[in-house]
């Protein structure tokens, strides 16, 4: 199996051999590990995007299959955020290296499929065991029926044939093969729906998800929303714009992405003194000599800067400045299409569906009505997620608990789940790294899609054990009891061996060719 998971990592390495960097010399050619954050990289037709970063210059559209599975291409603009291992087939693009190679979403990937192997599933698992338990029993029916053919025929020559037909006939081949090769082609399966699953454990803790809790932001809505409203208080209007979009410049946050679209935020960013994210609350920092603190009402109560909330429908960032209260901005979010479906299709499977989000708790239960979901959380800091979850896990039974969430805000709650799960397309390296299941595409549905490959895994490993064992057992009592049928020993022998294992083999393989609906 770690030939197979090195040979579906190769397919999928499609990590370029050199970039174009932008020097005092013009444009030389370099190998992508010599790049440096901040270097800018020329990326012309038909290339593979060495390195994750951001778009300084250009258009074009982007092949992104290698990650989503979607062969549909990316339409390219100014400040989009791309991932190295995807290859431009049209235009051309000035890009601002982000990370550096060997950080790359599609280098991580590559990891995580290798590494995949070192947590055994319960098949796995059950092999191991079985070994142990099956090798020593095969081997003393074996003694046994030559023992006891010879005493009572005492034709010792012919006892030892039977007993040397059950250590045949008793050779599990087909399950040694065939359950780690259900657990790979799942792998496989996964890797087509864009998702990467760190171990055949998860597979095994997957197939039996009683509850998801799923983040709002970013999760069920999308990651980019709309500025409905700047109220500035006692401030310019640019100077306001200016002190938000340099506290949020260093965030990876949906929100600070969308305050500081369009700007040239890697430049204002390392200016930056004293620079302090707060997940699920807001940010500090030092900026042309000015104390910043942009984030959510409790954030800036919790430092001592107290005013009257506004009444206002929709995501509210608020803005201080030296101390001083200036002003806020109203955003507004979108449901994702794919976001109702979801609920529908977990609540199918009778899998609960739990709704957390830092927002308040009006635009949260008027998400949850839409969507049809029975439990939501809201006002909660990413200490508060955790301890949600954790009360679950103590009342869960026999279910797991999974928890999506694609912001680092998420990691608390990802890391003390039965199963997390994260975005790699979005950047939120330490939720990436906390979860046990990464999405290579921005489609929550593909959850849904996980849960059902894990039961698809489930059902193949179990009727493969089920089969082989059941064969080899009637295949042994028809050699020993039924005597009429010594004749077709040969015959039993061969069709209790190889032809099983083919058969079983082919039906670990079947899972690579499955729709999920």
């Not at 410049?249 to 500081?260: D, E, F, G, K, V």
């Not at 101390?323 to 499977?349: C, F, S, T, W």
């Amino acid at each position: 199996t770690t030939k197979a998971k090195n040979t579906i990592a190769s397919v999928i390495d499609k990590r370029a051999e050199f970039a174009n960097r932008i020097d005092d010399n013009g444009v030389s050619k370099v190998s992508p590990d010599e790049l440096k954050i901040g270097d800018q990289i020329i990326i012309n037709e038909g290339e593979i995007v060495p390195v994750d970063g951001i778009i300084l210059d250009g258009s074009g559209f982007l092949d992104t299959s290698s990650f989503t599975g979607d062969s549909n291409l990316l339409s390219l603009q100014k400040d989009m955020n791309i991932l190295g291992g995807t290859i431009l087939k049209e235009g051309t693009i000035t890009l601002s290296v982000t990370k550096l190679f060997n950080d790359t979403q599609i280098s991580k990937s590559i990891e995580m499929i290798q590494n995949s192997g070192e947590h055994k599933g319960k098949g796995d698992k059950f092999i191991t065991k079985f070994a142990h338990i099956y090798t020593p029993i095969i081997l003393g029916l074996g003694l046994i029926v030559f023992i006891i053919f010879g005493l009572v025929t005492q034709n010792w020559a012919y006892s030892l044939h039977q007993g040397l037909l059950i250590l045949v006939i008793g050779c599990p081949c087909a399950i040694v093969i065939s359950v780690p090769l259900a657990y790979t082609s799942s792998s496989a399966l996964a890797m087509k729906y864009g998702i990467i699953i760190k171990g055949a454990n998860i597979l095994d803790k997957l197939s039996k998800v009683g509850t998801v809790f799923v983040d709002k932001t970013g999760t069920l809505t999308f990651s980019d929303f709309q500025i409905a409203k700047v109220v500035p208080i006692n401030i310019e209007d640019n100077l306001f714009a200016e002190y938000m979009i340099a506290c949020e410049s260093r965030s990876a946050h949906p929100i600070a992405r969308t305050l500081c679209y369009g700007q040239d935020i890697a430049s204002l960013g390392a200016v930056q003194e004293n620079y302090l994210e707060v997940p699920g609350y807001g940010v500090k920092t030092r900026y042309d000599n000015h104390s910043i603190i942009a984030g959510s009402y409790k954030f800036l109560n919790s430092v001592g800067i107290e005013f009257e909330k506004p009444n206002e429908e929709g995501i509210l960032v608020f803005l201080a400045v030296d101390g001083m209260y200036r002003g806020y901005v109203v955003l507004y979010e979108y449901i994702r299409d794919e976001a109702e479906p979801l609920v529908q299709n977990l609540h199918k499977l009778g899998i609960e569906v739990v709704m957390m989000s830092g927002d308040s708790q009006s635009n949260t239960d008027v998400l949850a009505k839409i969507l049809q979901i029975e439990k939501c959380y809201a006002d909660l800091n990413p200490e508060g997620k955790q301890k949600l979850v954790k009360e679950a896990l103590e009342k869960k039974g026999k279910k797991n608990i999974l928890v999506a969430g694609f912001d680092n805000s998420d990691v608390p709650s990802l890391e003390v789940a039965d199963i997390g799960v994260s975005n790699g397309e979005l950047g939120a390296d330490n939720a990436v790294n906390a979860s046990d299941i990464v999405l290579m595409k921005h489609y929550p549905g593909t959850i849904y899609e996980a849960i059902k490959i894990s039961q698809i895994t489930n059902r193949t490993v179990l009727i493969n054990i089920i089969v082989t064992l059941a064969l080899k057992f009637i295949a042994a009592i028809l050699i020993i009891f039924v005597q009429s049928l010594s004749e077709y020993i040969g015959i039993i022998m061969v069709l209790a061996d190889i032809p099983l294992t083919i058969i079983m083999t082919l039906h670990s393989l079947s899972i690579l060719i499955r729709k999920i609906k």
